[in-house]
């Protein structure tokens, strides 16, 4: 039991793996539902560059569903 | 009669795929279903090997559908039972000699004769893999307890999520409980918890495997052995048996040897 207690508080490597998994298949389901987002995003950039000033890096598209609705959203700082 | 097609597939490639259609396959006939199995692995033919009648072949399922033959020429009875047939992969051949639309053609006209169509998938997510989806009435997705198995799968119901094949369950296949509870494999729950799809087997690391393929005798007919365990409560939840799911255990240690793995750490 006690040896066992002090197991859970080290990060295990399963614990890093699971947490890997999670970070990256989110991503990845993101990407596989919608793979035109890198695409649209380069295309806005370009637009977008010609009469303000950004910061490429900071623009963020993001496809969101709902039960009912999808949501395309694009975040853009200007600076 | 009205079959239904159940796919084994995994995205990514060694994970258990074949072993566990020929177990599946020869379990589910064993309980009195009649099961046509077919290996869709075409050019890495293996299934029959597994199951041991690698020298009855003479036709295969490239040879169906180019009609060389009869579709009964090409069905390989079981040495154990009547209730199982195989179609072997073509093994001169390569993805390319068949189309999803003609197995679907296949399984439909089996769908007649049989209970269960069992479609071993090749692994990847190419054609060969979409041959084994298209016809597909439900999924089993086989996956390992690691991180680049586990991957594939989430990416592979990814694909039959968006070609509605949304009846899936999985089998975590080669759990090592010793290795999970020293926390350097994912248990059952850390995977299920990623993949998040309905689990319908945990299929643990058994070194006898090897001498079942060795001999074409598949861990179903070692009623004692653990994976054959694992596999006979698999067949159980494919007939829509209520079975807890086992926890499955290290083999006991004393309190000596915690007490030195403990500090071996
Ligand atoms: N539970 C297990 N314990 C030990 N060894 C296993 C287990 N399951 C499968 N194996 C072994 O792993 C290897 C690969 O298994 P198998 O051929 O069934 O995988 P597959 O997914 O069909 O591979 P492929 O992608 O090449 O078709 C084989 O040597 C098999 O004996
Ligand atoms: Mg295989």
Redesign the interface.
Known sequence: ML?NW??KN?K????M??E???I??AH??AE??APFLDDLRQDIIKVIAKYVDIDPSSINVNLQKDSSIEVLEINIPIK | MAGKVLTITSGKGGVGKSTSSANISLGLALRGKKVVTIDLDIGLRNLDMILGLENRIVYDVVNIVEKVCKLNQAMIKDKRTDNLYLIAAAQTRDKSAVTAEQIVELTEELKKDFDYIILDSPAGIEGGFKNAMMPADEVIIITTPEISAVRDADRVIGILESNNKTEMSLIINRINPELVKKGDMMSKDDVLQVLNIPLIGVVPEDKNIVSYTNTGEPSILHSQSESGLAYKNIIQRIMGENVPFMEINEKKTGILTSIINFFKE
């Open positions: 040896f002090f197991r080290k295990t490597s399963a614990n793996a699971k890997r998994l999670q990256i298949l990845e389901r596989n539902k």
